[in-house]
């Protein structure tokens, strides 16, 4: 599985945008698919998941009730819906793809996206 994330970009404290993740790959539908981000200085942390039918989803607390993730199978595409952005929501997105397990953890993610920076103003 080959992935590409695009979206990010420069916002203001408040403001959203929404991340794409588009994979290759026929049995893209097979895998949890999760949102991961890494700021300057600091090791990769977990954002957010959605099991490979949609209907399970995860996200850190950091997050929760502001991003949502979403999948399209038939377009074999991954979403990240950021509203109400805070600077230090700042950092590289990267989306990765676990097989066959349901996971938040980096290590169990076998494919990774080259990233896309988001920047958030205050």
């Known amino acids: 599985v080959q992935l590409q994330a695009s979206g990010g970009g420069l916002v203001q404290a408040g403001g959203s945008l929404r991340l794409s993740c588009a994979a290759s790959?026929?049995?893209?539908?097979?895998?949890?698919m999760g949102w991961f981000r890494q700021a300057p200085g600091k090791e990769r942390e977990f954002v957010a998941a959605?099991?490979?039918?949609?209907?399970?989803?995860d996200y850190s607390d950091s997050v929760k009730g502001r991003f949502t993730i979403s999948r399209d199978n038939a377009k074999n595409t991954v979403y990240l819906q950021m509203n109400s952005l805070k600077p230090e929501d700042t950092a590289i997105y990267y989306c990765?793809?676990?097989?066959?397990?349901?996971?938040?953890?980096?290590?169990?993610?076998?494919?990774w996206g080259q990233g896309t920076l988001v920047t958030v103003s205050s």
């Open positions: 990765g793809a676990a097989a066959s397990r349901w996971t938040r953890t980096v290590a169990d993610f076998d494919f």
């Open positions: 959605i099991s490979w039918a949609g209907v399970g989803t």
């Open positions: 790959g026929r049995t893209f539908r097979t895998y949890t």
